[in-house]
């Protein structure tokens, strides 16, 4: 049975005990998402309380983790999404995407809407890559790719 949460406050204590074994271990996200069966975007994702794991997938990542049942179960719940308090982000890193929203948010809309019609990208239905590549001018480069499913206003 399909279970979800209605207070955040345990999927938030998993992530932390989650990242404090990743550490500990010594393990990339990769590795991670090897051992789930999935991507490492989705994984990662769900480890920091974002999206439900499969069961078997739950088990493989506690147990890498060495983790308990109940953290392998709590893996499995549909979590309250949102990793974002309230208000604007602090942290630079996630700072940067919120700034890139407010540049570009109101562009992105109206290139989709002319391409697509009127609708919404899903973040449902959706992959995530980020992958890093050489500047021709030196340094390197983050290249993120947001994949989702185009979904139509539909008149009721």
């Known amino acids: 049975m399909i279970q979800s949460q209605f207070d955040t406050t345990a999927r938030q204590d998993l992530a932390t005990a989650a990242v404090a074994a ?3 271990e010594d393990l990339s996200w990769q590795q ?5 069966g999935l991507s490492v975007a989705f994984v990662t994702a769900a480890v920091l309380g974002q999206h439900a794991l499969p069961a078997d997938s739950a088990r493989a990542v506690a147990a890498l983790l060495g983790l308990d049942d109940d953290a392998a ?5 549909v979590p309250s999404r949102g990793s974002i308090p309230g ?6 890193t996630i700072y ?5 929203l407010q540049v570009y948010g109101t562009t992105l809309k109206a290139l ?4 697509f019609g009127d609708g919404i990208i899903s973040a ?3 992959r995530l890559d980020v992958k890093k590549v050489a500047d021709p001018e030196g340094g390197e480069r983050a290249v993120i ?3 989702g499913k185009y979904l139509p206003t539909k008149p009721f």
């Not at 208000?87 to 630079?92: A, L, M």
């Open 22 to 24: 990743k550490l500990r």
């Open 32 to 36: 991670i998402a090897d051992a789930a």
């Open 73 to 77: 179960l709590l893996l499995t719940t």
């Open 87 to 92: 208000g604007v982000p602090t942290d630079p």
């Open 96 to 100: 940067r995407f919120y700034e890139m």
């Open 112 to 115: 989709v809407h002319e391409e």
């Open 124 to 126: 449902i239905n959706f």
């Open 145 to 147: 790719t947001l994949d």
